[in-house]
């Protein structure tokens, strides 16, 4: 049995010492958010976590959801805990107080979520996705929508929900179907979505879902798509809930894992049209949906960040109960916890150290925004903005392919009980690997970061990013051989990028995923060299977690560090070698 | 939909050009193992795959066993599938004549088996284990034991089952505590099993459990456990079938994947023992088990192969199919299938060349099998005997290792559509993730590999390997200069390893498992870069099949072996870190 606790103590060292917390709390409106109400913050929200989310993780995904009649029921137990986390206000706490909102950072909600998805991955998508959708409205929607939808989404009285997805339109939403027909001021919506999260469940009274579909008369593909709020009830001139809306639930879908969340095709309009909502203006929907993605991806990120941590304390846990076999050297028939082989041991450091790294990395660019957002010297916000866009690609793909690493890592450590399903190491190895995929595939990360992010401004930020992580590491009391060489290759591959996508975009591309991974355990790798430098400043400050974080960077450094060389050898001779296969070859 | 097709050419390549099929056909015993024949074998053999078994595997594991009163259902279609199976003559190949067998080379069933794990995992589970059941007996039952089991296992009219594990003795065989007594001449065996697979079934009308377990005053531990063969319907004299031994299933595990192969947990001697009837001597269980395990290890690492070309077929099958995004450059809305796009083909890439890898060293260590057990010249068959012990921990865990990885990029390769267990590719992972675990885990493979395989012999044998593999680099057409590096950063490491060894072998232990996928990279690309000289050589051979081939060659020389430094610096300097860290530090 393991029971998750929050790691509060590398939570709240990212917080203060990487991230930027108290610089953070010097922007305005941040006042709040000082050590003691974040560590206070987090307390709280661990206990939640540990005592309400945690307990039904296994119990939401053996029962799963059922569908009957057009009806979702969440497995027993949810309805009351997410009541319970909407009353405590979890759901509200970065959003803009007009609204009901708590007006706190983004960084210190990017540690409770982190909470929320290790506790309980298929709850934690609930308030994500209605986050998402409350941003998308705070953002770009009139004062009249946001007066009726968004009190109640901030507060979680109703949730949210992204409706971006068509059997034929994934990756490519360019090939959306859904239509829009003008009906008076509003508009009338028809067509299916699916792979829908929470886009039915029996939380709330109301779901309002955001709907990408087409208007007639508009250009075709990408800039012919706007965006509308399409709520599952309608909403009376006084507030109160009025008429279904013309739009249901067809099914839910049986899947690999997060089954205690339901996933929907949701048909709209097959009578006489659902009423829609147009948030902003007409074709401008995807350029909306954009200025939400990095959020999103940074919280699907976190996804990677939460499951990775979850899954080690598991394993840890276990470790450190199962007998079996003798300490090498020992001669005596005395069996020992598995804790002392020395490829559990391995296999715990490369857990936390790759789990430690993902959060650094995460919580990293959340204080970026913040300061993106906040800060009232632009050059500073400019320069926390691009750092944002370059990295968050890398927060969501490299973190949640970690995240499917550690959870694998730790069915391992488990043997045989690991494949057995009671046992939970399982769960969170088929919760995690929807990360990689959903949100933008991790090959859709990564040319964002190739192509967009590098490629088209000739790779400025990427290497602002280096000059500032060499400087770092020279003003550092120790020398860091591994972590300077990795930089070495970051910095020979992203040449590589820029010239290889001016002439050949697509070999540029056929080399982005390596990239991508060099990116993120370079620039991972410097903040978890930079946790060390500080805690062996502050080690009365950090007594024991000292020697914890040496344990964690050291193996950092010589095992994943070390495979910097190849991934950059990868990018800068493997591409071509792809475009050049013929399909016929493949 | 994708249908599995054996992967004829590549078989056939590898058992003629790489595994020594045409030397193995020359040895006392093996003339019937002509190309022609072998050629039909593997057609016949990849037409029951595609027809029978693989149309059950998706259905076998969404059906899955069913365990009611002491009664074990499997999947429908199954119980008819295995008849047909034995009609076949499949379960017999390279058993011994004189017992019913074909008495075929061991390589050949090994080409065979990849069919029946690649169509359907599950299935080809009941045939692996009524093997390995029948190579204990033969090699040490008694005459009086072979002649009333012998034959019936191998036709497969009974089946096997291999029982090792209890609750507190997984790994650490010396903990087992099930009892046998004596009763006149045989054994009363009474104690739980758990984790046997096929241990209790609808197949056949009889099971012929090897079992292990301890009589009075033997010595403690690991040298005092003997093996016993414990029939679930005892045999009278006649050969006919007579009463119910004491013994039943007690419940069968609800697991992540596998789901169509029962995993039973098994009572022995509720009431008045279960009688048990001795293989060879007391206390010398283990030692025999250890003989059969080469070849159960090597069986394993196939799974690995056959669900990493599964997976592999699966994905290319929907790359060609999924239409969605435009060719880079292209600026026409023309939608292309996802095969197009330069990270997809990577994928591919990925997934087959690893493929290929595994199955050319999973052959080349069964075609030196042969050799070991034939050879006439007895240094040949020692040279042999000491590269299958030598790699057998390796094709156990290195193809085991890629079988996951492979399965995991199918995954991806699919989008969200991967994650809907209904499209399979799923299943796919969640069936591969055991074999990194059973058989012994890819942590004990990798100590068996630098303890006793490297360690106790001061590295002789891997020296000779590298040896081999310099001289047969030097006489080749071109040159391979990520090969030759591979080589060395091998051969660093393994100097480490025999050092390190001897005064410290807990360190040593802790670079276990990155040198095991070391050695692994390196010997399965050298067999990679053999493939590509010889199809270069015999082009007009393999007109289509060199193209194919040099592209996944290139891609592993570029991605998967240019991990080889980093795995070096991994083992050489990272261990001692590893065994530096106080469990505290966890």
């Known amino acids: 049995m393991s029971v998750y606790r929050a790691p509060a103590e590398d939570m709240l060292f990212v917080l203060e010492e990487i991230a930027g917390r108290p610089d953070i709390a010097t922007l305005p409106g941040f006042e709040d958010a000082s050590a003691d109400i974040v560590a206070a913050i987090i307390e709280e929200a661990g206990k939640l976590g540990t005592d309400v989310l945690d307990p039904l993780n296994q119990s939401g995904d053996s029962e799963g959801c059922t569908f009957e009649n057009g009806v979702v029921r969440t497995p027993t137990g949810f309805k009351e805990a997410y009541q319970q986390f909407i009353d405590g206000g979890w759901n509200s706490m970065p959003f803009d107080p007009e609204y009901g909102g708590q007006g706190l950072p983004w960084l210190i ?138 739009l249901r639930c067809a099914s839910i879908e049986h899947k690999m894992g997060i089954n205690a ?61 199962r007998a079996q076999g003798r300490a090498i050297g020992d001669k005596s028939q005395e069996v020992v916890s598995i804790i002392h082989h020395p490829d559990v041991k391995r296999m715990l450091l490369s857990m936390r150290s790759q789990t430690e790294a993902v959060r650094a990395l995460a919580y990293y660019v959340a204080g970026n925004l913040d300061v993106a957002h906040r800060h009232e010297n632009s050059d500073a916000a400019k320069k926390a903005q691009a750092f944002v866009d370059l990295l968050t690609p890398v927060v969501k793909a490299w973190s949640t392919d970690v995240g499917v690493d550690v959870a694998n890592t730790g069915i391992q450590i488990h043997g045989g009980m690991g494949f057995i399903e009671e ?27 190739a192509a967009r992010k590098i490629g088209r401004e000739g790779g400025v930020t990427a290497k602002q990013l280096i000059s500032e992580m060499r400087a770092s590491l020279e003003s550092m009391a120790s020398s860091h051989a591994r972590m300077s060489s990795a930089i070495d290759a970051l910095e020979r591959a992203t040449d590589w990028i820029v010239e290889t996508y001016e002439k050949d975009p697509e070999t540029a591309l056929a080399g982005a995923v390596p990239y991508l991974r060099l990116m993120g355990i370079t620039v991972g790798g410097w903040l978890m060299v930079r946790s060390l430098e500080i805690v062996q400043q502050k080690r009365d400050q950090y007594p024991d977690f000292a020697d914890r974080k040496l344990a964690s960077v050291r193996y950092f450094a010589r ?19 792809i475009t050049q296969t013929a399909l016929k070859d493949l």
Chains 1, 2 share one sequence.
């Open 261 to 321: 969340s339901p996933t929907a095709v949701m048909l709209y309009g097959e009578n006489e049209g659902a009423i829609g909502y147009l948030v902003g203006e007409e074709n401008r929907g995807i350029e909306y949906m954009f200025t939400m993605m990095n959020n999103a991806r940074l919280a699907v990120g976190l996804e990677g960040v939460a499951i990775a941590e979850r899954a080690y304390q598991r394993a840890r846990a276990f470790a450190e109960d």
């Open 559 to 577: 095992y994943t560090l070390t495979e910097a060389e190849g991934l950059a050898i990868a990018v800068t001779e493997g591409s071509s070698s």
């Open 423 to 449: 046992t939970g190491a399982a769960q969170h190895f088929r919760d995690a690997r929807i990360a990689p995929i959903y949100e933008g595939t991790n090959g859709i990360q990564a040319n964002d970061l």
């Open 109 to 246: 909600s990017t540690a409770t979520s982190e909470i929320w998805h290790a506790a309980n991955m298929s709850f934690g998508l609930c308030p994500l996705l209605t986050g998402g959708a409350a941003e998308l409205l705070s953002e770009h929607g009139s004062d009249a929508l946001k007066s009726v939808y968004l009190e109640k989404m901030i507060s979680g009285v109703w949730t949210g929900s992204m409706n971006l997805t068509e059997p034929h339109a994934g990756s490519d939403l360019a090939r959306i179907r859904t239509k829009a027909t003008h009906d008076g001021d509003n508009y009338r919506i028809s067509g299916q979505k699916i792979f829908i999260t929470y886009g039915e469940h029996d939380f709330t009274d109301n779901i309002v879902h955001m709907v990408l579909a087409r208007t007639p008369g508009g250009p075709e593909g990408i800039k012919g798509i706007s965006l509308f709020v399409v709520p599952k009830v309608l909403v009376n001139e006084d507030g109160s809930l009025g008429a279904r809306n013309d």
